[in-house]
T-cell receptor
């Protein structure tokens, strides 16, 4: 596809359930980021993948959050035992090596924890 | 803590007017300052960006003013149009790495 693709676009879950959010970056982009956007807030950095390097997980808010990137392309963000405060829009972005300062964002996954 | 502080939270401007959004940062290691535009239901999209070696950058109706000594930068939208109605985020990064975002400003342009 032409842009960053995220799925599902909306996810409603019950407190305590696990969820998986998927991100397909732009083909050829080496860097991939996950951010969280809470209502009325800016974007909060969660995790960063760059090529085969170890990911920067410094933004993950708790050990219930994890992410992986398979084959240097698709990434999955997993939230275990979801809590109501996890409700937010989760955004994925990717950037190319030749212009790593430019991040291209997907439309996000809106997660609602009931 | 939030590394980039943005104001105002929202603003309303008449068509043809000027919208001004301000941001301030603390980390002097930041070396890249982009502005992102976000429409409802969409992800943010890069609008314009500046590095600290220049004090101003203009692209069409959008201008960034940068004051390194004050650690402040601002976005000016000239001749605002209804299509500019969106949420604008300032951001900052070091070494073209992860972005620290402001809280966002919702701009409404009245026709």
């Amino acid at each position: 596809g032409a842009g960053v693709s995220q799925s599902p676009s909306n996810k409603v879950t019950e407190k305590g359930k696990d969820v998986e959010l998927r991100c397909d970056p732009i083909s050829g982009h080496t860097a991939l980021y996950w951010y969280r956007q809470s209502l009325g807030q800016g974007l909060e950095f969660l995790i960063y993948f760059q090529g085969n390097s170890a990911p920067d997980k410094s933004g993950l808010p708790s050990d219930r959050f994890s992410a992986e990137r398979t084959g240097g392309s698709v990434s999955t963000l997993t939230i275990q035992r979801t809590q109501q405060e996890d409700s937010a829009v989760y955004l994925c972005a990717s950037s190319p090596m030749r212009a790593k300062n430019i991040q291209y964002f997907g439309a996000g996954t809106r997660l609602s924890v009931l | 803590q939030q590394q980039v502080k943005q104001s105002p939270q929202s603003l309303i401007v008449q068509k043809g007017g000027i919208s001004i959004i301000n941001c301030a940062y603390e980390n002097t290691a930041f070396d890249y300052f982009p502005w992102y535009q976000q429409f409802p239901g969409k992800g943010p999209a890069l609008l314009i960006a500046i590095r600290p070696d220049v004090s101003e950058k203009k692209e069409g109706r959008f201008t960034i003013s940068f004051n390194k000594s004050a650690k402040q930068f601002s976005l000016h939208i000239m001749d605002s149009q209804p299509g500019d109605s969106a949420t604008y985020f300032c951001a900052a990064s070091r070494d073209d790495y992860k972005l620290s975002f402001g809280a966002g400003t919702t701009v409404t342009v009245r026709a």
